[in-house]
């Protein structure tokens, strides 16, 4: 298990929920947090339970529907004038449940894969190079153990779309201080998992953070879970 101390760390949608808990737990770690949340207001909450731990905050803004906000906020990032050496990608999106599961309108497939797969596509290509560069990386991409719901297909096909994508990078790290892996965070009480969910949203830790702490030569384009089944 490595070191994170002094590093970095950039977590999309870390205003709330799951990109809230790994903030806070690589805040433990001594690892700095760069906090996300769609607006500067809504990054509070996190700042404030993360000003316990000694390291340094950075919030940034902005949604993460279009490409132009993405690449709005890719600067933001960049104009903090740190080096990125942990990256989560973990804000998504849901669409509605639909009993009838062939009532998912084109808007909804676009909306969604903009947000979970395109946004994430857009930030690894904005800060994996950097990190080759650097000789050091960890990214983790979000994904999630949904199967058999076509209710809620669109979600479903973007998290395979993740998956696919974070092992067709990986073939191109193996060489580099970079890995690149998948997590599965768990059925969780969020604002996105409901009320309904197995467990809650502190169960995350402390698993959700075992893909950054791999060694260089640790796994690559492999899927974690958080939560042991």
């Not at 700042?47 to 890719?74: C, M, Q």
């Not at 800060?127 to 979000?142: A, D, H, K, S």
């Not at 067709?168 to 604002?191: C, F, H, M, Y």
């Amino acid at each position: 298990m490595i070191d994170l101390k002094g590093k970095n760390a950039f977590i999309t949608g870390s205003s709330r929920g799951i990109g809230q808990q790994i903030a806070l737990g690589l805040a433990n770690l001594g690892c700095n947090i760069i906090v996300h949340g769609r607006t500067l207001e809504s990054c509070s909450k996190t700042i404030d339970l993360l000003k316990e731990f000694d390291v340094k905050i950075y919030p940034v803004f902005g949604e993460l529907s279009t490409e132009a906000d993405v690449n709005l906020l890719i600067e933001q990032v960049k104009r903090l004038n740190i080096r990125v050496d942990v990256l989560y990608n973990n804000a998504a999106i849901m669409t509605s449940y639909h009993k009838d599961f062939w009532m998912h309108s084109w808007d909804e497939w676009m909306q969604t894969f903009r947000v979970n797969v395109f946004a994430m596509y857009s930030l690894c290509g904005a800060f994996i190079p950097p990190m080759i560069e650097n000789g050091f990386g960890r990214v983790v991409n979000l994904s999630s153990g949904i199967k058999d719901q076509p209710e809620l297909a669109p979600y479903g096909a973007s998290k395979w779309a993740v998956n696919k994508l974070t092992d067709d990078i990986a073939s191109k790290l193996e060489n580099t201080g970079v890995r690149i892996n998948t997590l599965d965070p768990g059925w969780l009480r969020t604002d996105l998992g409901g009320p309904n969910a197995e467990h809650p949203v502190e169960a995350v830790l402390p698993g959700a953070l075992a893909p950054a702490l791999i060694d260089d030569n640790g796994p690559n384009g492999q899927l974690f879970s958080a939560i042991n089944q």
